[in-house]
Nanobody, 127 residues
Framework: QVQLVESGGGLVQAGGSLRLSCEAS????????MGWFRQAPGKEREFLLA????????YSADNVKGRFTISRDNAKNTVYLQMNNLKPEDTAVYSC????????????????????WGKGTLVTVSS
């Protein structure tokens, strides 16, 4: 079973950038498809991006395309979320998740497609 710990959240001004990290332990990281999700206050958790095991294939939700990117370093057991041009509506708790299922299925399945979750890190974007 893999354990996930996010880091890098904090307070940032609108228009700024932030990079989140998610470090995995307890499993063979390179065998997991990884995803980033977020949950804003009063809203359901939503899918943002997913990345296949090798890092060569990624999927992105339409509302973050061009602003957010996902990457991974299998040697460091870490997946990253680079967020640029942040907006106040990006304020949320950001969580990473892992699955041995298909990366292609994550944009459709959302949270149900994932097996393991981190506790999340809070990102607050001020206007």
């Amino acid at each position: 079973q893999v354990q996930l710990v996010e880091s890098g959240g904090g307070l940032v001004q609108a228009g700024g950038s932030l990079r989140l990290s998610c470090e995995a332990s307890g499993g063979t990281f390179s065998t997991y498809v990884m995803g980033w999700f977020r949950q804003a206050p009063g809203k359901e958790r939503e899918f943002l991006l997913a990345i296949a095991q090798s890092g060569g294939i990624t999927y992105s939700a339409d509302n973050v395309k061009g602003r957010f990117t996902i990457s991974r370093d299998n040697a460091k057991n870490t997946v990253y979320l680079q967020m640029n041009n942040l907006k106040p509506e990006d304020t949320a708790v950001y969580s990473c998740a892992a699955t041995k299922g298909s990366a292609q299925g994550i944009p459709v399945g959302g949270t149900y497609a994932m097996d393991y979750w981190g506790k999340g890190t809070l990102v607050t974007v001020s206007s």
